[in-house]
């Protein structure tokens, strides 16, 4: 990547000294019951985010673009919730390609199963494990993580294990929110505020699975969106 960003400060994975407060979100239990309250109307409560001028959908297209599918290529969704992302990967695999989705959440996976059903789609398999559990099928052609990684404790060791199960070249490629690097930063108290609802907290947003990224892949990128608040990053594996 190119060090033209301000250097952030390590995240709590790395040995900064956060104390997440209560409700902080931090562990799986604690993000596995939001979703599991919040399934049955997170596509609705997600589009409301277009009010702040969140483009959520658009980002999603522009990660799965960074990820330069192929038709028949296999990818794994980590953190696939009600599978916003199928309609836009099956674009791009098409019908002989397959799409895995995982996700620690039965209730969002039961939304994702009704929206393969509801489209007829027979090249999705849907996996409830949490990530950092999940055993990659071995070469696979990409790996794709929508709003969902940073809510992983272990986002470390989830992309070294993608990282080893891609094809050399292929793509490991996360779209999450972030703090900024400028002075904005300190306007994050109020936009956590707007996001909590789906488990995002303070301390989340101290995570930087990009630095893990650049650690087990290479030709990493980032490209930041809505005013470094989110980001797009990508890696190819070795």
Not at 80 to 90: R, S
Not at 201 to 209: D, G, Q, V
Not at 222 to 232: P, S
Request: charged share 25%; with cysteine; net charge positive.
């Amino acid at each position: 990547m190119k060090p033209e960003r301000p250097e952030p400060p390590a995240s709590p994975q790395e040995g900064e000294a956060v104390r997440p407060g209560r409700g902080a979100f931090t562990t799986r239990p604690e993000v596995r019951a939001v979703y599991q309250r919040r399934a049955r109307h997170y596509d609705f409560a997600a589009k409301l985010y277009y009010l702040i001028g969140f483009r959520e959908q658009a980002y999603r297209k522009m990660a799965i673009e960074a990820l330069q599918l192929r038709r028949g290529d296999r990818v794994v969704d980590i953190g696939c919730g009600t599978g916003l992302n199928f309609a836009i990967l099956q674009d791009k695999v098409g019908p002989k390609g397959r799409i895995i989705g995982v996700d620690l959440s039965p209730a969002m996976l039961a939304e994702a199963r009704r929206r393969v059903t509801g489209h007829g789609w027979s090249n999705v398999e849907l996996v409830e494990s949490a990530a950092a559990a999940y055993l990659f099928p071995r070469e696979i052609d990409g790996i794709l993580s929508t709003l969902a990684l940073t809510l992983e404790p272990d986002y470390d060791a989830v992309i070294a294990r993608g990282a080893e199960a891609l094809r050399p070249g292929d793509r490991w490629v996360v779209l999450d929110i972030k703090l900024p690097f400028n002075w904005l930063r300190h306007l994050a108290p109020y936009v956590i505020f707007l996001v909590r609802p789906f488990a995002v907290s303070l301390a989340l947003a101290e995570r930087h699975p990009w630095v893990a990224m650049e650690r087990h892949l290479e030709n990493t990128t980032l490209t930041e969106l809505y005013f470094g608040f989110a980001y797009i990053a990508s890696g190819e594996a070795l």
